[in-house]
């Protein structure tokens, strides 16, 4: 493999790695949203 070939997968990895972080703190986000909305719910009791 040329140098090319390595820096096309380094960066098909790093691109792949940023949008696997986003779709992590995206689901963690909205797990939060929801906690909160039960929180929100007990606290209207």
């Given at each position: 493999?040329?140098s ?6 380094a960066?098909?990895a790093v691109w792949l ?5 986003l ?12 906690r909160i909305r039960q929180?929100?719910?007990?606290n209207?009791?």
């Open positions: 493999m040329d090319s070939n390595w820096l096309l997968m960066n098909a790695g940023v949008g696997a972080y779709f992590f703190m995206a689901r963690t986000q909205q797990q939060l949203d929801k929180m929100e719910l007990m209207d009791d």
